[in-house]
């Protein structure tokens, strides 16, 4: 879903002037919300926090600087050039993981606290089903929702997009 979230970004930017794609960064859908730019930067701490939690790791540095660049981005909300290398970086870090990497960890507990000093006990297998996946995809949806909102074309296909290489070619609608 992060090339996904990559792809809307590159479909916005040929769809307007270049001074208005990267006004969208600071687009909203509701004023009390992150704008577009946090929403893109909490996709990806969701993605590389499970990593971490997960395998029992220190977070790096990276996690935090993303979430500082989140909280600050309605004053500085970057550049689609850093929107799409913070997505890279995320998505090669993922890439690098063995398939099974993160499976011996299912029952690990996991005491996830939150900024507000809210502590949730979980599994590993509960935290990455009930927490990160609901986190992440939030944001990226949150992500598309803004597009919309400024009119930027998308529609179901572009949401599917990473779905294409399982598509069987002799199915595909003739027309």
């Known amino acids: ?3 996904t979230l990559s792809g809307w970004l590159k479909k916005a930017q040929a769809q307007l002037p270049e001074g208005e794609a990267q006004a ?3 687009a909203r859908l ?3 919300m992150f704008p577009l730019s946090t929403q893109v930067r909490f996709a ?3 993605a590389r926090e499970a990593v971490c ?3 029992g790791e220190a977070f790096p540095a990276v996690i935090n600087e993303l979430l500082d660049e989140g909280r600050q981005a309605g004053e500085r909300p970057g550049t ?3 929107a799409y290398a913070r997505i890279e970086e995320t998505v090669a870090l993922l890439d690098g993981l063995a398939a099974d990497a993160l499976d011996m960890y299912a029952d690990k507990p996991i005491a996830h606290e939150l900024a507000n000093g809210m502590i949730f006990d979980l599994t590993a297998e509960q935290y990455a089903r009930d927490w990160t996946l609901a986190q992440f995809y939030f944001h990226v949806m949150t992500a598309y929702s803004i597009l919309r909102k400024e009119g930027i074309e998308l529609g179901k296909a572009d949401y599917v997009a ?3 290489p399982y598509l ?3 199915t595909v609608p003739k027309g």
Do not use: F, G, I, T
């Open 80 to 82: 689609l050039a850093d």
């Open 162 to 164: 990473h779905m294409l």
């Open 53 to 55: 939690r997960l395998r």
């Open 168 to 170: 069987r070619p002799e």
């Open 44 to 46: 990806c701490v969701q």
């Open 24 to 26: 969208l960064l600071s």
């Open 30 to 32: 509701a004023p009390d």
């Open 1 to 3: 879903m992060l090339k």
